[in-house]
T-cell receptor, first 116, second 109 residues
């Protein structure tokens, strides 16, 4: 089975631009979660989607948004980029929502975003 | 909001047992504790998961006390390839998934 794939792997943007990141979950998995990883804040939860519905959202501003498609693929968008948005953005998939307690999430390699 | 905390770093030698603790005071009643390993420029990789008492698989053991407010990942006989950052992940009463602060393990020959 193919793992979680994320595109692009690397991205350079300038302040004020917007960016869209893509995640394809493991085949058969219907839940996708997004995380932001920075040296200062560590791994922080962004969103959780299941069957095209956002089930949970972390403490991030409205500039961060996401969606999930009927084939379970997910995208996240960051508008009006700031320097502090530079981070590794990780996507994880699982069969069911991880917040139900016992689901194991499988992570993709991440998209490294640099905002100049 | 209480953070899920771990020691920042640990050093060990090949062949030794390493125990990494995670403190998670706000863990949700019905949530599991999961541990991940992360190498540079890669996504976290699943190691082990448990709810209470002790869980063991082919690579690690997980010890969880009765109050579940902490957990200990045990890596038996570490090797150089175990040098990585280790994270715990728990669900809190806020229904959010929270990663621990991460422990950087350095294994020396």
């Amino acid at each position: 089975k193919a793992g979680v794939t994320q595109t692009p792997r690397y991205l350079i943007k300038t302040r004020g631009q917007q960016v869209t990141l893509s995640c394809s979950p493991i085949s058969g998995h219907r839940s996708v979660s997004w995380y932001q990883q920075t040296p200062g804040q560590g791994l922080q939860f962004l969103f959780e989607y299941f069957s095209e519905t956002q089930r949970n959202k972390g403490n991030f501003p409205g500039r961060f948004s996401g969606r999930q498609f009927s084939n379970s693929r997910s995208e996240m968008n960051v508008s009006t980029l700031e320097l502090g948005d530079s981070a590794l953005y990780l996507c994880a998939s699982s069969s069911h929502p991880p917040s139900v307690g016992f689901e194991t999430q499988y992570f993709g390699p991440g998209t490294r975003l640099l905002v100049l | 909001l209480a953070k899920t905390t771990q020691p920042i770093s640990m050093d060990s030698y090949e062949g030794q047992e390493v125990n990494i603790t995670c403190s998670h005071n706000n863990i949700a009643t019905n949530d599991y504790i999961t541990w991940y390993q992360q190498f540079p420029s890669q996504g976290p990789r699943f190691i082990i998961q448990g709810y209470k008492t002790k869980v063991t698989n082919e690579v690690a053991s997980l010890f969880i006390p009765a109050d579940r407010k902490s957990s200990t990942l045990s890596l038996p006989r570490v090797s150089l390839s175990d040098t990585a950052v280790y994270y715990c992940l728990v669900g809190e009463d806020t229904d959010k998934l929270i990663f621990g602060t991460g422990t950087r393990l350095q294994v020396f020959p």
